[in-house]
């Protein structure tokens, strides 16, 4: 299948539409190169180096040549907290947001049914810069590696890091005392996990607001039905 | 208000502590303890002030004593200043009345000769053009003092009858006169016809008598009705005077003029003579070169009678070598004591005469003592005999020499006879401080330092310790120190300077340099009683031997030493301090010494003022500079000097056509901005103002400058002169001037955006509940008590009223009554004789007009019918204003509760709230509802629809005409026209109006963009008050258009810009607009913050507090985090300036990029090597950024940056490379050099790409994983330049070779 639908984000990543849950939706949890590129546009005294020192301490950086299948949750960016995922949320602009639980988990199951295509024939990687194509290649060819190795499959789910990937934050709707959750199974050398995304089981760290938790990422959705007209 | 003891003899007059009761004299007498330098040696200061400094100056004295805050001093009493004003004027603006220059009237001997033996050159004006100064010009003897006598005879003639004859005068102008022409005729007397001989060389320039000072000269001789005739050798003077040419005369006429006149026809004693001469004629004209010699020729002949042809040629030939040969001759041939006296006379010029004698007396007497018997005995010598030898003018008491010649010819003598003259003036000028004389004439004290001054060019040694002797002889210990003898090194400095301009100025600041840092309080007043002579001198039209810039330095100079007088006078040395113990005892100690220091501080300003009377520029500029010191003495010092300046020209009316108007008027401005209107330098400034308003040269400049400040601003200065012109000028009784401040007063709050003429609001239901004035107890039962808060309530009940009158139409109705209540006679009644039921309804709905705006009840307990009454009229606002009750009102309407008793406090809330509401109502308006006040002020409403642009911006251009304006036409202003058409405009077409102020704005005239400024802020005042108004999402669209623009029109605007979004802050509605509208993840307040920040930092980083801090009150919801995120995002953008935009580049242009580790030490190697490259014409353009920006910090063109900017402090930005290369292209980038220490974070993702070849790293870094890769330059620690010459020589060839070539 290839989707027709594709837009990117401020710092040129792409986001797929899917129609089952009417939102973009990024296809790879946010790589710490896009984030890079809201820390130097922001220059906001939050995110500053210490901030990227610490984030770089619970899960360190690689470079797109240096992925592979042990390490390739390195590129992606981990340790954030909800609010600051909200914050290059905004700062990527009108319509941008993070999943609600019901959309991820709307979204698994609608990627669970596409099987075996690629990234490249879903046209996620048509008009992307070069360093941001061998970032996303390497990592689609290290979870191919990863997958291979553990005798998983390797579908959609796993090459968008639905699963093998990171525990991703969403927003957590109906009654409930936190306001975040996160959905995802990470690689087990990344980050031990006893749930799985297929079963809809959400994780709601107890004080995920405040405590960094270096297996905790996020992807943002593009939601069209914000972005009216400000005037 | 204190005397003072400035730095001029003649205003020591001083309210300082009587000292007289102490036992011990003075340590030091005038002539004590400074002796003078031996000969041949230097005197330093310490020499000639004894113990004082002899190491130095002193250590500080560590209690540093400030003045008295000024507004502590008593207000200002204008006849005890105006005394003292009157004293600093006397004593020498221009200069003191003592020393006026020298007018002497032509004899009239001189005048008869020249009505007989002028003969006109071919160049002599057939009619006298209308010009005040005439310049005759021609070589030496060409007759230029006869061509201008005649002159001034003919202009005498032309006088209309009637009236007195005019003087004819002849300017002795002396050599130590510096002052400008146009200030010396201030002592002209009306009328008169003024001679100036070779005006160039007595220190005047020749710039004096050109464009805009020839008018000036013209103007103040106009004022006199007098003439000025200069006279020159200088042929091609450029000045727009008429020039009259001695140069082509005609010998020939001269001769034969003089042979009639000496010699007339019929005369039988000198037929004889005649005929010889008749004979020789043309050969005895062939010997002479110009008139002088024949006259000298005829002079000869009648004196000798020659008898033979032979005898009148050799007196031909002798009159033709008339000239300096035979003046040296002359004076050789003088007795030996009559030399004496022409060279002390020529030394003293100036001075009486008997003073000369005195002198040489005194001279003679210390000669024959030293064994000198080269001259004769006292007894035998006769003063009358010499002063004829000397051919002085005998009808005068004081020195002066007719004969100019002569006077030359003493000078040479002076000069050739230093040595001896040395010798008697220094016996003249140590034993000055005893004479009487030299204090009290100020003409003699200024030859006397004139004379000390000449002599001062061949012994530096003793001129210096002569000075050092007369500023220690004022003693600064005494009750009045004697400030005569401290100004005297001011006139020797003075003649020092133009003595030998170019060594005598660097001496003469040496000295004032040691003098300031000596911190002896009498030589620093002197010093400062030298700076501004000397500055005078400087600043004069006196050409000096020196380049225009060594005279502009040098007057830098002394400005500097004057600042450092005053900074050095807040501490006196242990010395000094000693000195004043000593003197006054321990308890009195600190008294005394404040008094010195004050005396030091009067001192200071007295000098500046002086500055000023020559330098207005300088004086606004140095007052400005004082006055941004910080410190309360020079805020004090220069607060003094401008109250001295402007007493002295409140009384300096004649002279007031003579100044500059622009530079004069500049110190308004200074002073608005830095004093309070309570001053006392402000209350002068407007008392002078007021005076020169009635002057018509003055009154529309005056007029033009205050609009100026009224339109233009800045706010603060507008609100500071609305302060003081409502304090000085709207109740003076002097006709006119209150209708200028009100005009004034109503433009500057029109240029706020504040129409002091508000439209029609409607009517307001003003419903007063008497219980709230009198309580509940009948009016009969109450006590005196009782009576006098009753009044008071009434009082303040009227003040409410008064609030709402000046709005709103009002009818006012008693709680319980069933009609409205009426002004009587007597005033308003708001009380009843019986009690009233606490009911409402009946009357309103009585009363109750059909339309109206507000229904407004004050009570002071329940109502029973309050729900009823206030539902039953409709009104836009209803309000309750309880007083000490509780009080349930129906929805829609709101309660202000307040004190029983109305306090003053109680009154500020109900009028803010009132404020709102008719500020809420006037946003409100629709178009027709502006259209009654824009018929009041006379604008036709159908002309204004059919070209609103055109009529608009024919108002603004009217701002600035002050017949449109002033003056008691009633002419509407033009502000509030445009105010008021624009409001309408808004209430009728929001967008069209934002248009027109964006377009004003942006690129409007200088005066259509403070008025396009002050309607934008009315503006966004509305928006906020109203947000609804205007067709809706009012605030989003003039947030939009006009709040960049806005703040991009200044300081003003930006503040007013942060003021609105402060208020928006604390509305979640209009926070959520500042929070919207987000592009690039910027919402509408960071955009336009970080547009704006970068012009004002200082007013954003003043604001960021407080916005925060409202920020933090208000409960925002999502809008307040991202409103947080903006407020941290800003603090850290104005810490690290602004990103810049990458320049273009032009074919074969390639940037060269400079990136810098913020965190660490490389901001000097950074800035050093960005220099290297930003040097046009080039075509590699230099590109600055830090690691962790996106964008560059400095680009090609920018001034370098400083190493301290490179690095911001709280700011630790991530140490990464991609998002600088994701914004550039390799191809456009010739080398980029990484200033780190450490690799940065991101380097492995470029390793491979074509930045490879371009990046430089700084030394191998340690952690690099491809350190071969990557080109590094060497460390070279100590050595900066080498490093930064290696890196600029291998960037440059970079471009032939590759960064794999340098590595």
Not at chain 1, 6 to 15: A, S, V
Not at chain 2, 291 to 303: A, D, G, R, S, W
Not at chain 2, 1087 to 1103: D, L
Not at chain 2, 1176 to 1204: C, F, Q
């Amino acid at each position: 299948m290839k989707y027709d639908s594709i837009r990117h984000d401020p710092t040129g990543f792409p986001l797929i539409l899917v129609p089952e849950i009417g939102l973009y939706v990024h296809g790879l949890p946010v790589t710490k190169m896009q984030f890079e590129h809201f820390l130097c546009d922001a220059t906001d005294g939050h995110f500053d180096s210490r901030w990227y020192d610490e984030i770089r301490r619970l899960n360190p950086r690689v470079s797109a040549r240096r992925i592979w299948s042990g390490n390739y949750w390195n590129a992606f960016l981990s340790g954030i907290l909800p609010a600051e995922a909200e914050r290059f949320a905004a700062w990527c602009g009108p319509g941008y947001r993070l999943l609600h639980t019901s959309e991820w988990q709307r979204l698994y199951r609608t990627l669970e049914k596409q099987n075996g295509i690629s990234l490249e024939e879903t046209g996620l990687l048509a008009g992307l810069a070069p360093h941001h194509r061998e970032l996303i290649t390497q990592v689609e060819r290290a979870v191919e590696d990863a997958c291979t190795q553990s005798g998983d499959r390797c579908h959609l789910t796993e090459r968008t890091l639905m699963r093998m990937g990171l525990i991703e934050w969403t927003a957590l709707e109906g009654p409930s005392p936190n306001l975040w959750a996160g959905l995802g199974e990470p690689h087990p050398s990344f980050c031990g996990n006893l749930f799985t995304p297929a079963q809809g089981d959400f994780i709601q760290p107890a004080d995920g607001e405040t405590c960094r938790l270096a297996s905790f990422g996020f992807r943002l959705a593009f939601d069209p039905t914000l972005v009216q007209e400000d005037r | 208000m204190s005397d003072e003891s400035v730095m001029d003899p003649e205003s020591s007059r001083s309210n300082s502590p009587d000292v007289s009761e102490s036992p011990e004299p003075s340590p030091r007498g005038p002539s004590e303890g400074q002796g003078l330098g031996s000969e041949g040696t230097e005197s330093p200061v310490q020499g000639a002030s004894g113990s004082e400094g002899r190491n130095g100056p002193e250590d500080d004295d560590e209690k540093i004593q400030e003045p008295p805050p000024e507004e502590t001093l008593p207000p200002v009493n204008f006849d005890v200043d105006k005394q003292e004003a009157t004293t600093i004027y006397n004593v020498g603006v221009m200069m003191g009345a003592a020393e006026k220059p020298l007018f002497e009237e032509v004899p009239i001997t001189v005048i008869e000769q020249v009505k007989k033996l002028f003969v006109a050159p071919p160049a002599y004006p057939q009619t006298i053009p209308s010009g005040r100064t005439i310049l005759v010009s021609g070589p030496p003897h060409s007759g230029k003092f006869f061509c201008s006598v005649k002159l001034a005879i003919t202009l005498q003639g032309l006088q209309a009858s009637g009236e007195p004859a005019r003087l004819l005068l002849i300017y002795s102008r002396l050599r130590h006169e510096t002052a400008p022409l146009v200030q010396s005729i201030s002592s002209l007397k009306a009328g008169s016809i003024l001679i100036l001989e070779d005006v160039f060389e007595k220190n005047v320039s020749e710039r004096e008598v050109v464009s805009i000072e020839l008018a000036r000269l013209n103007n103040a001789l106009q004022a006199r009705r007098s003439f000025l005739i200069l006279t020159t050798v200088i042929e091609e003077v450029k000045t727009e005077a008429l020039i009259v040419s001695t140069k082509e005369f005609n010998l020939k006429n001269v001769f034969e003029r003089h042979r009639d006149y000496y010699l007339p026809e019929g005369n039988q004693i000198y037929k004889a003579i005649a005929d010889l001469i008749h004979r020789r004629e043309a050969t005895l004209i062939s010997f002479f070169a110009s008139p002088f010699q024949i006259e000298h020729f005829f002079q000869k002949i009648l004196t000798r009678s020659p008898r033979s042809e032979k005898e009148v040629l050799k007196i031909a030939q002798e009159a033709a070598q008339t000239g300096r040969q035979d003046l040296r001759g002359w004076f050789e041939g003088l007795p030996q004591h009559v030399k004496l006296v022409g060279l002390l006379a020529c030394l003293l010029e100036g001075i009486e005469k008997v003073i000369v004698e005195e002198v040489f007396v005194d001279s003679v007497t210390m000669l024959r003592e030293q064994g000198f018997v080269w001259i004769a005995d006292l007894r035998e010598l006769g003063l009358k005999e010499a002063w004829t030898l000397l051919k002085t003018a005998s009808d005068v008491s004081y020195v002066h020499f007719d004969n100019k010649y002569i006077r030359e010819e003493l000078e040479w003598q002076v000069e050739n006879r230093q040595i001896l003259l040395w010798s008697v003036m220094q016996h003249v000028a140590t034993s000055a401080p005893e004479k009487r004389f030299w204090r009290e004439d100020v003409r003699a004290r200024a030859a006397l330092g004139a004379a000390v001054g000449w002599l001062g060019i061949w012994d530096k040694t003793r001129f210096r310790a002569i000075q050092e002797l007369w500023a220690n002889a004022r003693d600064f210990l005494a009750k009045e120190p004697d400030n005569t003898l401290g100004s005297l090194p001011g006139y020797a400095f003075v003649e020092r300077l133009l003595s030998d301009p170019a060594h005598g100025r660097r001496r003469v600041l040496a000295i004032l340099a040691d003098w300031i840092a000596s911190r002896n309080p009498d030589l620093m007043w002197a010093a400062g009683a030298a700076i501004w002579r000397l500055y005078q001198t400087a600043a004069s039209m006196t050409d000096l031997e020196i380049s225009q810039d060594e005279q502009t330095s040098l007057r830098d100079e002394l400005v500097t030493r004057l600042h450092t007088l005053l900074a050095s006078s807040l501490s006196l040395s242990k010395t000094t301090k000693a000195r004043v113990r000593a003197y006054v005892g321990k308890e009195r100690e600190r008294e005394k010494e404040g008094e010195v220091k004050r005396k030091l501080w009067d001192g200071a300003s007295f000098a500046l003022k002086k500055i000023g009377e020559v330098d207005a520029q300088r004086f606004a500029s140095t007052l400005t500079a004082w006055f941004g010191e910080g410190s309360q003495i020079f805020s004090l010092a220069a607060s003094r000097s401008a109250q001295f300046t402007f007493l002295d020209l409140a009384e300096r009316k004649d002279s007031a056509n003579t100044l500059d108007f622009e530079a004069r008027l500049k110190p308004i401005d200074i002073i608005l901005l830095n004093k309070s209107a309570e001053s006392r330098v402000v209350e002068a400034m407007f008392h002078w103002l007021g005076q020169w308003l009635l002057l018509p040269a003055w009154d529309s400049a005056i007029r033009q400058h205050l609009l100026g400040i009224a339109n233009q601003g800045p706010r603060a200065l507008r609100t500071a002169l609305r302060s003081a012109l409502a304090r000085y000028w709207l109740s003076l009784a002097t006709e006119g001037i209150p209708g200028v401040a009100r005009a004034l007063i109503a433009r500057s709050y029109a240029m706020e955006g504040v129409l002091t003429e508000s439209p029609a609001l409607g009517r307001c239901l003003l419903i007063i509940d008497p219980e709230l004035i009198l309580g509940r107890a009948p009016r009969k039962t109450q006590d005196r008590e009782a009576q006098q808060q009753a009044e008071r309530r009434e009082g303040a009940i009227l003040q409410i009223l008064a609030m709402v009158e000046a709005r709103m139409a009002v009818t006012i109705l008693l709680l319980g009554a069933q009609e409205a209540s009426e002004r009587a006679n007597r005033g308003l009644r708001l009380t009843a004789d019986l009690p009233l039921h606490r009911l409402m309804r009946p009357g309103v709905q009585n009363v109750a007009p059909n339309s109206v705006r507000m229904v407004l009840l004050l009570t002071a307990g329940p109502v029973i019918d309050l729900e009823d009454g206030l539902d039953s009229v409709s009104a836009e606002h209803k309000l309750v204003i309880a007083a000490n009750c509780e009080l349930e009102v129906p929805l829609g309407t709101e309660v202000l509760p307040v004190g029983r008793d109305l306090s003053a406090r109680d009154l500020e809330t109900v009028e803010a709230k009132l404020r709102l509401i008719c500020a809420r109502a006037q946003a409100a308006l629709d178009p027709a509802g502006w259209e009654p006040l824009l018929e009041r002020l006379g604008v036709s409403i159908a002309d204004l629809d059919a070209a609103p642009k055109a009529t608009l911006a024919a108002w603004a251009v009217q701002l600035d005409q002050l017949d449109k304006f002033y003056g008691d036409t009633g002419r509407p202003d033009p502000a509030k026209k445009i105010l008021c058409a624009l409001h309408r405009l808004a209430a009728a077409d929001l967008d069209a109006c934002l248009r027109i102020v964006r377009t004003w704005l942006t690129g409007g005239t200088d005066l259509e963009r403070p008025m396009a400024a002050a309607t934008a802020v009315a503006l966004l005042r509305a928006v906020t008050d109203a947000p609804g108004i205007w067709g809706g999402l009012a605030p989003q669209r003039t947030f939009d258009e006009l709040a960049g623009a806005l703040a991009r029109s200044g300081k003003d605007g930006t503040d007013a810009m942060l003021a609105t979004v402060k208020r928006w802050l604390t509305e979640p509605a209009l926070a959520e607009v500042l929070a919207g509208a987000v592009e690039d993840g910027r919402c509408r307040l960071l955009r336009w913050a970080e547009e704006a920040a970068p012009q004002q930092v200082a007013a954003f980083q003043e604001a960021l507090k407080p916005l925060r801090k409202s920020l933090e009150d208000a409960e925002l919801g999502p809008s307040g985090e991202v409103l947080d995120a903006v407020f941290d995002r800003l603090r850290v953008r104005l810490a690290m300036g602004r990103p810049r935009p990458l320049p273009a580049l032009a074919a074969g242009e390639r940037f060269g990029v400079i990136v810098i580790d913020a965190s660490a030490r490389w901001g000097q190697l950074a800035a050093d090597l960005f220099s290297r490259f930003n040097e046009p014409p080039t075509s590699l353009k230099p590109l600055l950024y830090r690691l962790g920006e996106r964008w560059p910090s400095w680009v090609a063109g920018d001034p370098n940056p400083k190493p301290a900017d490179l690095s911001p402090v709280g700011v630790r930005l991530p140490r990464l490379i991609g998002p600088i290369l994701n914004e550039l292209s390799p191809a456009a980038v010739s080398f980029l050099v990484v200033l780190s220490g450490e690799m940065w974070i991101d380097g492995e993702d470029w390793i491979d790409s074509p930045w490879r070849e371009r990046i430089f790293t700084f030394r191998q870094l340690p952690d690099a994983p491809f350190r071969p890769v990557l080109a590094a330059f060497p460390h070279r620690p100590d050595q900066e330049k080498e490093e930064v010459d290696l890196m600029e020589f291998y960037l440059k060839k970079q471009r032939a070779g590759g960064a794999e070539e340098a590595a």
